[in-house]
């Protein structure tokens, strides 16, 4: 048996691997930087397949797909992706579009490609990971926000086609907050709350993937506020979260 983990050289991606290595997964490890992704093989004490791919690509995706895919394949990971800080009018397009693709076009290419191949086996995971963010519009990362909605919401809708029809597979939705991985970085954020440890993130999502829950939020602080935001009118809400974000960046 084997998972295919995206974005694997760090943060959940990288303690997930250790994860399934421990239970007996044999691994297929996706990212653009080969060098992480094989020192992380030689610490593992299990089969490990390399592949260094940058997902904004959708060739690249397919070739993933094509390089991967196998019958011994029973669980997929998408958690390739980065965030962007900064006012809509200002974030730079290319990068921007390089984030829909890897937030978003990955996802779904790999989503669809892999669940043809688990419908026909009756059998297999899918874990999106996508964000707390999935729930509401971000003022001063609108267009991450944006693509971790598309990604909670497509990955509910096949969950439910696949319950009606009675496939036993499984998408599911990682939702964490705020984690302590490169992502802030990347984004040129500092989470203005303390973050989750990634370790805990991955074991939590795993945990909840191989029980089939379809929308997986760690912590019981976020649990509380997106339950929360239920009792604030739809309009206020994103001057709530253009807040919480103006915080991550003084700049601002």
Same mark, same amino acid.
């Given at each position: 048996?084997?998972?295919?983990?995206?974005?694997?050289?760090?943060?959940?991606?990288?303690?997930?691997?250790?994860?399934?290595?421990?239970?007996?997964? /044999?691994?297929?490890?996706?990212?653009?930087?080969? /060098?992480?992704?094989?020192?992380?093989?030689?610490?593992?004490?299990?089969?490990?397949?390399?592949?260094?791919?940058?997902?904004?690509?959708?060739?690249?995706?397919?070739?993933?797909?094509?390089?991967?895919?196998?019958?011994?394949?029973?669980?997929?990971?998408?958690?390739?992706?980065?965030?962007?800080?900064?006012?809509?009018?200002?974030? /730079?397009?290319?990068?921007?579009?390089?984030?829909?693709?890897?937030?978003?076009? =990955?996802?779904?290419?790999?989503?669809?490609?892999?669940?043809? /191949?688990?419908?026909?086996?009756?059998?297999?995971?899918?874990?999106?990971?996508?964000?707390?963010?999935?729930?509401?519009?971000?003022?001063?990362?609108?267009?991450?926000?944006?693509?971790?909605?598309?990604?909670?919401?497509?990955?509910?809708?096949?969950?439910?086609?696949?319950?009606?029809?009675?496939?036993?597979?499984?998408?599911?939705?990682?939702?964490?907050?705020?984690?302590?991985?490169?992502?802030?970085?990347? =984004?040129?954020?500092?989470?203005?709350?303390?973050?989750?440890?990634?370790?805990?993130?991955?074991?939590?999502?795993?945990?909840?993937?191989?029980?089939?829950?379809?929308?997986?939020?760690?912590?019981?602080?976020?649990?509380?506020?997106?339950?929360?935001?239920?009792?604030?009118?739809?309009?206020?809400?994103?001057?709530?979260?253009?807040?919480?974000?103006?915080?991550?960046?003084?700049?601002?």
């Amino acid at each position: 048996m084997r998972a295919i983990i995206t974005g694997a050289s760090s943060g959940i991606g990288k303690d997930m691997a250790y994860i399934l290595a421990r239970k007996g997964y /044999d691994l297929t490890l996706v990212a653009r930087r080969t /060098d992480k992704l094989n020192d992380l093989a030689k610490n593992l004490p299990v089969s490990c397949q390399i592949i260094s791919a940058d997902l904004s690509d959708i060739n690249q995706c397919k070739m993933v797909y094509e390089k991967a895919k196998g019958k011994d394949v029973q669980i997929l990971i998408n958690n390739a992706g980065f965030g962007l800080f900064g006012k809509f009018s200002d974030t /730079d397009l290319e990068r921007e579009l390089s984030m829909i693709q890897t937030n978003i076009t =990955a996802v779904h290419v790999l989503t669809k490609l892999f669940l043809k /191949d688990f419908k026909k086996q009756n059998d297999g995971y899918i874990l999106n990971v996508a964000s707390s963010a999935g729930f509401m519009a971000g003022p001063l990362m609108s267009t991450y926000y944006a693509t971790k909605n598309y990604v909670l919401r497509l990955t509910q809708a096949i969950n439910e086609e696949l319950r009606r029809d009675k496939i036993n597979v499984k998408v599911c939705a990682l939702c964490p907050g705020p984690v302590e991985t490169e992502f802030n970085n990347v =984004a040129d954020v500092k989470f203005s709350i303390g973050g989750l440890k990634s370790s805990f993130v991955a074991q939590y999502g795993l945990d909840k993937m191989f029980k089939g829950k379809c929308v997986i939020v760690p912590g019981l602080a976020m649990k509380l506020t997106l339950a929360s935001r239920h009792l604030a009118p739809e309009f206020l809400m994103p001057r709530i979260t253009y807040h919480i974000q103006k915080q991550k960046n003084k700049n601002v």
